[in-house]
């Protein structure tokens, strides 16, 4: 059964979701944007977990517990940083989110969150992340995540990804 997606305005900790996923950095210690934004919500002891696992490389995937969050576990991915198009940069994106959606299966868990990987400080072109993102949730093949929940920050990001996800019907 192939993965239904669903665009949400809105904040990730707070979603419609069995995990979620962190847009994070290579040393998983948190930082700006969604990355601090989960690291605040789910508490000081995301971090003390994130710190004893060593890091993430691009393009992978580690999984934590929820802590303060209502979630079966937060996936936590390191995204490519944009330079160009030319290092493969759209593969590692799609990478993080075929490991995420393999991890949520592993979790046997139906809802998966994803925030806009890679288009804030990394500079992944919103609109080619988006259609990377709607691509690779809808060609998921595995039993689960039934749903794969796209959140977007504002009305823009989500107009974005709203125009990805109509382009694929």
Not at 8 to 24: P, Q
Request: glycine share 12%; aromatic share 4%; proline share 4%.
């Amino acid at each position: 059964m192939a993965t239904r997606v669903e665009v949400v305005l809105g904040d990730i900790t707070r979603c419609d979701a069995d995990v979620i996923v962190n847009a994070a950095n290579e040393t998983l210690l948190g930082g700006g944007g969604v990355d601090g934004a989960i690291h605040d919500a789910a508490g000081p002891e995301l971090l003390r977990e994130c710190k004893s696992i060593g890091g993430c490389p691009t393009g992978e995937v580690r999984v934590t517990g929820a802590h303060n969050l209502p979630f079966q576990a937060i996936i936590h991915t390191v995204g490519p940083i944009w330079r160009g198009g030319h290092q493969g940069e759209r593969d590692l994106l799609r990478a993080c989110y075929e490991k995420a959606l393999a991890a949520c299966a592993g979790l046997s868990a139906k809802r998966i969150a994803f925030p806009s990987i890679s288009t804030g400080a990394f500079g992944f072109p919103e609109k080619l992340a988006a259609e990377i993102a709607v691509a690779t949730c809808l060609s998921w093949d595995g039993l689960t995540p039934d749903v794969a929940v796209l959140t977007a920050i504002d009305h823009q990001a989500k107009s974005v990804l709203d125009e990805a996800l109509a382009a694929t019907t």
